[in-house]
């Protein structure tokens, strides 16, 4: 059971925008910036959108994030095929062991 | 360009010990909090560990604490992650990675514990 909450499974058509949720609470998302990976099958996890909403040099900016509270958004919009990967969302949690937490991760489909 | 190679995975018995190592290159090592996550096989992703610039803070998942320790060596531009008293579950790819939360990432080194 992870501490932030994905949906195990999104999809979606070439073209069509997709967002991705990720559920926290007040000591991780409420309080601390929220982090996105990409991870294409067979390979190590990268950045795609750090500090809610900055994307890294080399990221498109077909990809976005957004947070309110204490949850947090991923969109993609005019999805591709190379975009077929698992997504996680990460975030500092204040709670008494203080450490990083990760969602469940995000399978997305692109039908 | 950012680099970071793990090393020292393989098979070892529930019980056994095992250290990681992950040589950095492309970038000021001093000057970053690095990190160990773990993916199991066909899981998600684990945060292990962290451990800031100096070294004096470091952080672990509960799961590992007391069996794991995390600890940099700025002068070879090493990081590493001493496995003690290992298990079943802790088996997974271990990745090196850069920044309290992470910017960059290694390949990973895979820790299989089993009999």
């Known amino acids: 059971q992870s501490v932030l909450t994905q949906p195990p499974s999104a999809s979606g058509t070439p073209g069509q925008r997709v967002t991705i949720s990720c559920s926290g609470s007040?000591?991780?998302?409420?309080?601390?910036?929220v982090y996105w990976y990409q991870q294409l099958p067979g390979t190590a996890p990268k950045l795609l959108i750090y500090?809610?909403?900055q994307r890294p040099s080399g990221v498109p900016d077909r990809f976005s994030g957004s947070k309110s509270g204490t949850s947090a958004s991923l969109a993609i919009s005019g999805l591709r095929s190379e975009d077929e990967a698992d997504y996680y969302c990460?975030?500092?949690?204040?709670?008494?062991?203080?450490?990083?937490?990760f969602g469940g991760g995000t399978k997305l489909t692109v039908l | 360009e950012v680099q970071l190679v793990e090393s020292g995975g393989g098979l070892v018995q529930p019980g056994g010990s095992l250290r990681l190592s992950c040589a950095a290159s492309?970038?000021?090592?001093?000057?970053?909090?690095m990190s160990w996550v773990r993916q199991a096989p066909g899981k998600g992703l684990e945060w292990v560990a962290n451990?800031?610039?100096?070294?004096?803070?470091?952080y672990y998942v509960d799961s590992v604490k007391g069996r794991f320790t995390i600890s940099r060596d700025n002068a070879k531009n090493s990081l590493y992650l001493q496995m003690n008293s290992l298990r079943a579950e802790d088996t997974a790819v271990y990745y090196c990675?850069?920044?309290?939360?992470?910017?960059?990432w290694g390949q990973g080194t895979l820790v299989t514990v089993s009999s």
């Open positions: 500090r809610n909403n």
């Open positions: 990675a850069r920044g309290k939360l992470p910017d960059y």
């Open positions: 492309g970038f000021t090592f001093s000057s970053y909090w």
């Open positions: 451990i800031k610039q100096d070294g004096s803070e470091k």
């Open positions: 990460a975030a500092w949690d204040d709670s008494l062991s203080a450490h990083v937490v």
């Open positions: 007040s000591s991780n998302i409420g309080s601390n910036y």
